[in-house]
Structure formats: C-alpha cells, structure tokens
C-alpha cells in the first residue's frame, strides 16, 4: 500500500515567492517521523527538515517550514523566498516507530523562475 | 560538517560481475543503510545494518546483495552478479540511533551511479 503521496509531479514558482510542496501519508502508528530531502540535479539526498508525530508545533529551518496537519496526515513543506538554487526534486518520506526503513514519495519537481 | 562519503561516484560493469559500492558513515551513528533508486523513480529501501548485522532488508534486497563493515569506517554493499536492471543511483545512509524521533534522521551520501552494460 501506498505510504507517502506526493500529488504534484511539477511545480513552478517565481523567484522570492513561497511554494507549498504537498505530502500525505498513511500510517497506523502513532509513533512516526516524517522528513523532507532534496534532490539537486547533481543527484545527492539532501536532509531538510523533519517533524515528529508527537511534535506539537510545526517545524522550521531557516526558510524551510513544514505545515504539519495531523488529522489530515498531511506534511506539507513550504518554501519561502525562493531562490533559483531551490529547483530541484524534493521527496517526503516517513519512518514509523517500528521499521529501521524509510519509505520515500514520488517527488515533486520543483522549478524556480527568475 | 561530518558526512557520509561514498566511492566511487560512478560504476560501470559488465553483466554478471560483481560489485561493491563503498561507503564511510558518520563517524558516531550506528545504524547504516542502503536505498537504490532507478532512474526517475521513486528511493527505495535495500537494507539496514547495526551492530554488525542486518537489522531489516526489503524483498529486492536477495541473495544476489550482501553488504558487510570491514572495518570501524567503512560500509560495502556487495552484487554478486549484477542484471542490467540493477542499473540505478545507489545511496548509502547513516543515523545516530533508529526509530521515529530525531536521532533516527538518515544524512545520504552523494550516491554511486552504477551502470550495467
């Protein structure tokens, strides 16, 4: 079964616009970790952000906030200030309490405009 | 900033040969992974590794992978005999501790390349 949904194959966005790159998942354990990486066109796995299933507040990094809606299990990642170095793939992914493994989105293909 | 490193960035091999992609975790975490991705396709899980023994391994993960630490740095994941579809990005990660919480977060290598031909 399909764990992690990234709905949006593509995404543009105008240079210092903010962007909210969708993620919904499907777990039954209450015990969870959801976490953002981006992949640049150079191909690395960059770690972004991460929040927890017990997490009370949303969590920020820098320009980096994840819009956290427990009872929708939903992750939305938002961008604000969008540079051009943001363009890239960026995958949400999930790890419950009990697996050691990760289970990745599909992505979303983000493109920054000048 | 610590990091993972992985060798080499790039493989190109024969059918049937065999592989081992190289990977130096960070230096305090104690669990290691592999995940490979094909081509414009989503990551996926191969296996987990901790205390010098498979933890959890996908069902892609067959008897044709094995992965081993040699030494205190180093961490290989071995193909015994490589098909062409084996062909993808292959990425090693590490983490401090497992499960859900913030220890558990996995930093990536920059991720081997390998090509079967």
């Known amino acids: 079964a399909q764990k992690i949904t990234q709905t949006q194959p593509g995404m543009f966005v105008q240079e210092k616009e903010a962007v909210t790159l969708d993620c919904t998942y499907d777990t039954s354990d209450p015990s969870y970790g959801l976490f953002w990486y981006k992949q640049p066109s150079s191909g690395e796995m960059i770690f972004l952000i991460y929040?927890?299933?017990?997490?009370?507040q949303n969590a920020t990094e820098g320009r980096y906030s994840l819009n956290f809606q427990k009872a929708r299990k939903s992750a939305n990642l938002v961008i604000s200030a969008s540079q051009l170095g943001d363009s890239a793939m960026y995958f949400c992914?999930?790890?419950?309490?009990?697996?050691?493994?990760?289970?990745f989105g599909a992505g979303t293909r983000l493109t920054v405009k000048p | 900033e610590p990091e993972v490193t992985q060798t080499p960035s790039h493989q190109v091999t024969q059918m049937g040969q065999e592989v081992i992609l190289r990977c130096v975790p960070i230096s305090n975490h104690l669990y290691f992974y592999w995940y490979r991705q094909i081509l414009g396709q989503k990551v996926e899980f191969l296996v987990s590794f901790y205390n010098n023994e498979i933890s959890e391994k996908s069902e892609i993960f067959d008897d044709q992978f094995s992965v081993e630490r040699p030494d205190g740095s180093n961490f290989t994941l071995k193909i015994r005999s490589t098909k062409l579809e084996d062909s993808a990005m292959y990425f090693c990660?590490?983490?401090?501790?497992?499960?859900?919480?913030?220890?558990?977060?996995?930093?990536f290598g920059a991720g081997t390349r390998l090509s079967v031909l």
């Open positions: 992914a999930m790890r419950e309490g009990t697996d050691n493994d990760m289970r």
């Open positions: 929040q927890g299933s017990y997490d009370q």
């Open positions: 990660a590490s983490s401090l501790l497992a499960g859900e919480g913030p220890e558990g977060i996995q930093y």
